[in-house]
């Protein structure tokens, strides 16, 4: 035996299997393979938005043959594939996803309102719509305090549950940021936010006819209390079509209150990491809620085709469910575990805030 057999095969037996460069590739074909034709750059956005869409679809699929809340399915999914994030190679494409197309996404929603539905209700009930999600955010705060939460996890689970739902939940979480508040209190508050508008289109209709309401008070204690366009909108109309009617132009005039809501927040909280705290900066909205509420002007003025509206709205929740599959997937589970039923107290405490004030409202003014 030569030197050099002997020195290669001492490197040889010193080496661990999982450096090699095809531990595990006994022909070679995969080395052989990414020589050629070159591996994904480590700043490639396609092995995590390949995995965020596969995700997404599984969540869809079973949204449309189940009949389960699409978004909640998506964080579901999402944290059922967690592993994936394990590999840097998918960072960037999970995180352009959660961050980009959630912002695509709430632009897009913009097209479902117009002005003239928010003028529509009338300056009474748009007044008591404004108390009742105030006083909505109020109890998550006072939910997030019981618990021992932080106050961005009460503002989180408030303004969530009083605007609309999940994305009202990513575009607030996209001011506060995630050194305030950890991607595991997030994707908790989502999870808490979807299955609570789930349960509520089930039941609100429901008691709406128990307490012997009118349509018109029953579409605006539906439309008011009810977290989700979708749902809201579905469970207006499984207690009448007039009801259904009412409860749209309710639930819209909330969503049409997302841009100015976020404002407030983006000029309360002061900027993270000790950035411009000037006034006028400030005051400055993120781009996505300068551009949400282009939409609104746009579609109040010239009047987008009811095909080109139905579009819109498909693709941006589509745009959401990416993002909140991908944001499920770079979660920390073992957080999730260590936060238990405490993440859950903000949301129900808000939910039953929204649903107590709107109801009190539906049998005093409409």
Known sequence: MTTLDRNVGTSMRHAHWN????????????????????????GSLFPGLAACAAGSAAAA????????????????????????SANAVTHRGLDFASRTFLRIGIVVLGLQVTFGQIAVLGPVPFAALIVIMTLTMGAGFLGARLSGQTPYAGLLAGGATAICGASAALALYGVIGKNRLSQAQFALTLVGVSLASALAMTIYPLLAGEFGLTDKQAGFLIGASIHDVAQAIGGGYAFSDAAGASATIVKLARVALLAPVVALVGLLLKPEGGGDTRIWRRLALPWFITAFFAMVTLNSVAPIPEAMRAAALTGSKALLLLAVTATAMRTRLELLLEMGWRAAVPVLLASLTSFAASLLFALSIV
């Open 61 to 84: 699929w079973l949204s449309d043959h189940y009949g389960f809340p699409i978004i909640l399915l998506g964080l579901l999914v999402g944290l059922s594939l967690n592993f994936v």
């Open 19 to 42: 450096d090699l460069p095809s531990g595990g590739d006994l022909f070679g074909e995969l080395h052989l393979a990414q020589v050629k034709a070159g591996t994904a750059p480590k």
